[in-house]
């Protein structure tokens, strides 16, 4: 299932494409995060340099995800996938592809796209799948929000 998410930041791809490696979240907690959905926490490039074949990490309250980048346009396109999980939802997610686009609206705008492709396997996958769809799309907004305060 696929998960598509948009917003304009009123900053210039220079200054977004630095939070898609090195951003840590607001302390906020919204309602849904109560749900049991993972809050983001933190994204972060633990070996300290991007590039396609290089780790991302996304950092959870319940556990973290590690990504390798598969494709690595700086400043335009950062598309990677999951390796392997420590959350709850390991057993029954056999992939995560994930990809952010920046395009700049005027000079100190960029609509910033976020598309995550998700599988699911096993009993009742298709209504896993909706379930995981529906928490993901809150992590886009939340996420996207946090990084639109960012430096603001």
Same mark, same amino acid.
């Given at each position: 299932? =696929?998960?598509?998410?948009?917003? /304009?930041?009123?900053?210039?791809?220079?200054?977004?494409?630095?939070?898609?490696?090195?951003?840590?979240?607001?302390?906020? /907690?919204?309602?849904?995060?109560?749900?049991? /959905?993972?809050?983001?926490?933190?994204?972060?490039?633990? $070996?300290? =340099?991007?590039?396609?074949?290089?780790?991302?990490?996304?950092?959870?309250?319940?556990?973290?995800?590690?990504?390798?980048?598969?494709?690595?346009?700086?400043?335009?396109?950062?598309?990677?996938?999951?390796?392997?999980?420590?959350?709850?939802? =390991?057993?029954?997610?056999?992939?995560?592809?994930?990809?952010?686009?920046?395009?700049?609206? $005027?000079?100190?705008?960029?609509?910033?796209?976020?598309?995550? $492709? /998700?599988?699911?396997?096993?009993?009742?996958?298709?209504?896993?799948?909706?379930?995981?769809?529906?928490?993901?799309?809150?992590?886009?907004?939340?996420?996207?929000?946090?990084?639109?305060?960012?430096? $603001?």
């Amino acid at each position: 299932m =696929r998960v598509r998410t948009s917003i /304009i930041i009123g900053k210039p791809p220079a200054v977004v494409w630095p939070l898609l490696c090195s951003s840590k979240m607001d302390t906020s /907690i919204p309602c849904f995060f109560r749900l049991g /959905i993972p809050k983001p926490v933190e994204c972060r490039l633990p $070996d300290g =340099r991007g590039g396609v074949g290089e780790r991302r990490q996304c950092v959870s309250n319940r556990g973290v995800i590690q990504q390798r980048i598969t494709h690595w346009e700086e400043g335009k396109v950062l598309r990677f996938q999951m390796e392997e999980t420590n959350l709850y939802f =390991r057993p029954c997610v056999t992939a995560i592809l994930e990809e952010f686009v920046l395009e700049p609206v $005027d000079t100190t705008s960029t609509k910033l796209t976020r598309t995550t $492709d /998700i599988s699911v396997s096993g009993f009742a996958s298709y209504a896993k799948s909706i379930i995981m769809c529906a928490g993901m799309k809150c992590v886009h907004r939340y996420v996207f929000k946090s990084w639109a305060r960012e430096n $603001d």
